[in-house]
């Protein structure tokens, strides 16, 4: 039997509705034994997550604030959906120790913990599965660092000979025994380890969409769905800020080699994206899988005569930056320059003043300048065999358009080319880029 691991967002457990189809889902193949819950998201778009809910509770709890009217809505959330799928079950002792806890000792780990921890509980319930608590075999160090090889050993033990469990996503315990959480989005974490640890043969990651879409719907007009994509293809899109699976939550089922499929509970019968280790045989050779980007980037560039002759050159610059722990998004070299791009957001205030004369009292460079405001954007495609032709094209089309490129960065493998433009550019440029991939998207 094809062993499944489903992990449901928190819009396709936002109300009773969901639930129900959450339900329909899960009997429909005996294999889908393992669920992964979200804490119940929005229902409409003006609604407020139960996360959020939470955290607004505790943070009035800290700033002596009255957090019992938040707390009556987040009982009133689950309450609604018991009632409604007439499940018998008592939440007011857990809504009892929430808060205790809120009036003893108000943590940001535990109260986001509470709202996959609860809907987790009731899910297992309407489902007839067995509830498993991850504070019991998720596990943190006490700096918050998950541990995944201890994680696997302790999961894939507590899962083994259980025939059907809901397993709460989103948080764990650290060794300390506080609850610890994953950042934001970080179910999608716990599906990918729990497919990890029991070995599944899919990983599927249900949510609000069909699927991966090559370009940002804000920005592009009805873009296409991608059936086929590479982990290595996700992970550089998720990286450069597609979202629809949380960038961490590649890793667990990819190191397995499990196929992650991103499903739409709203249209069960929708294909969605599968995501494998490699694209199989049919998908032709020129598909892209998209193309994505951020703004918020600074640019510093650093020119020095001869400096190309010697050896270490653009370690001492990188090392400004990493001694100051800041990752950088690119480094290019080129005859006597290096060119580094950061995140303007590790480089504000006196940051990049201090960056800059560490520069200078180092290398005593020619000419040093930093160009802000700027944005990166990636196109992706593992599978083009004919890198150079198409880099060539989506140039020729962003130069069409009228827009400067600032840097221009493809390595030697096939996986992606990387521009950098002006901020005000980025939307056109994804415009420009996206129309000369379109052809080339989920052949
Ligand atoms: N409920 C958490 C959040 O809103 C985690 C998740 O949904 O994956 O971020």
């Known amino acids: ?74 009982r009133d959330r689950f309450q609604a959906i018991i009632d409604e799928l007439e499940i018998s079950m008592d939440i007011s002792p857990d809504i009892e120790i929430i808060k205790e806890h809120l009036a003893a000792n108000p943590d940001s780990s535990y109260m986001g913990s509470r709202g996959e921890y609860l809907n987790s509980k009731i899910l297992a319930e309407y489902l007839g599965f067995e509830f498993v608590d991850p504070a019991e075999c998720v596990l943190f160090d006490n700096d918050g660092k998950f541990l995944a090889a201890e994680t696997r050993e302790l999961l894939s033990r507590r899962l083994e000979g259980v025939e059907c469990a809901v397993v709460a996503g989103f948080y764990g315990s650290r060794k300390d025994g506080r609850l610890q959480t994953f950042s934001r989005g970080g179910s999608d974490i716990t599906g990918s380890i729990v497919a990890e640890a029991v070995e599944a043969d899919i990983y599927e990651n249900w949510t609000d969409v069909s699927g991966l879409l090559a370009a940002d719907p804000r920005i592009i ?115 006597d320059t290096v060119t580094v791009a950061v995140r303007s957001e590790f480089v504000e205030g006196t940051v990049l003043n201090e960056i800059l004369y560490d520069i200078e009292k180092q290398l005593d460079p020619d000419d040093i300048f930093v160009r802000s405001n700027m944005a990166l954007i990636a196109v992706v495609g593992e599978n083009n065999a004919d890198s150079c032709n198409a880099t060539s094209e989506l140039l020729n089309a962003v130069n069409d358009a009228g827009i400067e490129i600032c840097t221009i960065n493809q390595g030697a493998g096939n996986l992606n080319m990387l521009i950098n433009v002006n901020e005000a550019d980025y939307e056109k440029t994804l415009i420009a880029l996206y129309d000369v991939i379109e052809g080339q998207v989920g052949k």
């Open 221 to 335: 007009d009805n873009p296409k769905g991608v059936e086929y994509m590479t982990y290595r293809e996700l992970r550089a899109l998720s990286y450069m800020g597609a979202s629809v699976l949380h960038r961490d939550a590649v890793y667990p089922a990819a190191k397995a080699g499990i196929p992650i499929n991103i499903r739409n509970t709203n249209r069960p019968d929708d294909k969605g994206t599968m995501i494998v280790p490699e694209m199989p045989e049919w998908v032709t050779a020129d598909q892209i899988s998209g193309v994505a980007g951020f703004k918020g980037v600074t640019i510093i560039h650093i020119e020095k005569m001869r400096v190309s002759d010697e050896a270490g050159f653009t370690a001492v610059i990188l090392d400004v930056f990493k001694d100051r722990g800041i990752p950088f998004e690119q480094c290019q070299t080129g005859i």
């Open 1 to 74: 039997m094809t062993v499944k691991v489903l992990k449901f967002g928190g819009t396709s457990l936002a109300d009773a509705g969901q639930f129900r189809k959450v339900r329909e889902i899960v009997y429909k193949e005996p294999g889908r034994r393992f669920v992964v819950a979200s804490a119940p998201g929005k229902r409409f778009p003006e609604d407020v997550k139960v996360t959020d809910l939470l955290y607004k509770a505790m943070r009035k709890a800290v700033s002596g604030g009255n957090y019992q009217t938040r707390l009556d809505e987040i």
